[in-house]
């Protein structure tokens, strides 16, 4: 077995006959279609808006007050979430904002 090709062999061995090559582009050719076909306008179909009992929904409880050890208050959060982490975090960022003291009494799903 020779181990020296010739450039013509070695084009023939990595991209294949040119003859072959340029059959295969004509047959291509000859098989597209030729006919248009119209289709009718879709009806624009407006979204349904779903209603907020499908929500998934969490009641966070909280214990808050501005005093170390004096007078607490409860305030519930209801958060759009199935996540009780998100849902306990969220209650919590917007807890701090009134109170200096927060505590997480309860996560419950509604």
Known sequence: MTTELTEEEMRRALFGDPEALALLIDNHGLDTATEVVIAEPTKVVKKQKLSKA???RLRVTLRVGNEFEGKMHE???EADTLSSLVAE??????AKKKFR???VVSVKSM
């Not at 975090?89 to 917007?94: G, R, Y």
């Open 75 to 77: 305030i519930v959060h």
């Open 54 to 56: 499908l929500t998934p």
């Open 89 to 94: 975090q969220e209650a919590t960022k917007i």
């Open 101 to 103: 003291f927060v505590d």
